[in-house]
């Protein structure tokens, strides 16, 4: 067992009664017939998990303890995350790079084979529709030519802007040579999360850990075996698939996502969790995601945000050219700033904020709101993510948060936990 003194040696998240905070308290089970379930809900069912409706989804709430989840990813071993509840979608077609450039805000052109960016979908306005990974497959074309080459990308999103996707590429399956195909309920997506996350990924897959950040690769997968097995593609025999492994971090710790088929799904979630990955819910997941500060569609970000205000900047190509809202983008980058941005806000302890309080200057101005809020043990304190006008993002700047009484807060940069580098590769402080 995880010994969670360690998350902070002065004040252990054990001694922290996260209920009396509201953070981290169980949810009841959600009997609702029209919820979407993952393929692994046989798996969450096993291990006893409490379920919650998100999105339209039923997902794993916490195993047990959401603290020892939290640890699992954050202290020194890795957690397994069913994130199937996620929008897959295929784009394929020889003119795909040409209609995705012009509705999304990344290049498409400078994406390499098995290789994946940020990106967003901004309206015509610049405001922000979804905000996706795009996975550039293996292209398809005439072999040893660039002639009638195929380009096949793998959009993820949220669930809560899987729709959003859809319908906005969707209209345009008939303008060209661009197919839309939803593998959503088709496959599965799981993800590995922690220090350890290497290591037990390369247990089971060989070389694994050889992927830098921001790249893939697809891998025979047999569809059975020992758990924790290292499965070996040299068998063709024992291949029925294969499962695209990307490197990814959606905690500030090392990770890897996998897509794979959602027979499959039980299998590979078996073999990561025989090679040491502990079950991480949800609960434990938005505690990790708040301290990363990446921004959750419906909480932090929505259709009233311009792109670059929700701290998506890694995600805009300004070189590229014209795309939907691109001139509202552009011109607030070469023109000045934008009136307000997501950032960090941090508090002296563990206080309780509530989402939407008002975020005051030391001198008593409204400058913003808190979107997102949770204790974080390894800081051993509550944070938040918050959006401040402008002229106070600076760090360490002093705020009063009025949720209830009057908050003393301060100003700090994201992601609250900070990634060093090891050989090249990202892991949590």
């Not at 047999?222 to 924790?228: D, R, T, V």
């Not at 795309?323 to 607030?332: H, K, L, M, S």
Request: aromatic share 6%.
């Amino acid at each position: 067992m995880l010994d969670l003194i360690s998350v902070n040696p002065r004040k252990s998240a054990a001694n922290v009664d996260l209920t009396s905070l509201g953070y981290g308290s169980m949810t009841e089970a959600v009997e609702t017939k029209s919820l979407a379930k993952s393929s692994l809900e046989s798996i969450h069912q096993r291990l006893g998990a409490t379920m919650n409706e998100r999105d339209g989804w039923s997902v794993p709430e916490s195993y047990g303890d959401p603290l020892l989840e939290y640890a699992a990813v954050r202290e020194r071993g890795c957690g397994v995350i069913d994130l199937s509840n996620r929008g897959r979608i295929l784009v394929s077609g020889t003119e795909a790079v040409q209609f995705l450039n012009g509705l999304i805000t990344n290049d498409m052109k400078t994406l390499q084979e098995n290789s994946w960016m940020p990106a967003a979908f901004p309206n015509v306005q610049g405001r922000l529709i979804a905000s996706v990974r795009v996975l550039r497959l293996k292209d398809e074309g005439t072999e040893g030519t660039d002639k009638d080459v195929c380009p096949t990308f793998l959009l993820d999103t949220e669930a809560a802007t899987h729709e959003r996707v859809l319908k906005t590429i969707g209209r345009f399956t008939l303008a060209g040579d661009f197919r839309v195909t939803d593998v959503t309920s088709e496959t599965a997506m799981l993800s590995v999360q922690g220090k350890k996350a290497a290591e037990v990924v390369s247990a089971v897959f060989a070389d694994a850990a050889e992927l830098a950040p921001n790249q893939a690769t697809q891998i025979a997968y047999p569809s059975s075996g020992k758990g924790g097995d290292r499965l070996d593609a040299a068998s063709p025999s024992s291949i029925t698939n294969e499962l695209t492994l990307m490197r990814a971090s959606h905690t500030g710790a090392d990770g890897f996502d996998f897509v794979v088929s959602a027979r499959e799904a039980v299998s590979l979630w078996d073999a990561l969790q025989s090679a040491g990955a502990r079950p991480v819910g949800y609960a434990a997941l938005e505690t990790l995601r708040i301290e990363a500060g990446v921004p959750r569609y419906g909480i932090d970000m929505d259709e009233t945000n311009v792109v670059t205000e929700a701290g998506l900047d890694d995600a805009v190509s300004y070189t590229k050219g014209c795309y939907v809202g691109q001139e509202i983008i552009a011109r607030i980058k070469y023109r000045g700033h934008v009136a307000k941005k997501l950032t960090g806000v941090m508090f002296e302890q563990a206080v309780k904020v509530a989402a939407g309080a008002l975020v005051n200057s030391a001198e008593g101005k409204e400058v913003g709101r808190v979107t997102s809020v949770t204790y974080s043990p390894h800081l051993g304190r509550t944070i938040a993510l918050a959006y401040l006008k402008f002229d106070c993002l600076a760090p360490d700047t002093k705020l009063n948060i009025i949720s209830g009484d009057k908050l003393a807060a301060q100003v700090t940069e994201l992601p609250f936990v900070r990634r060093s580098t090891t050989n090249g590769l990202l892991a949590a402080d």
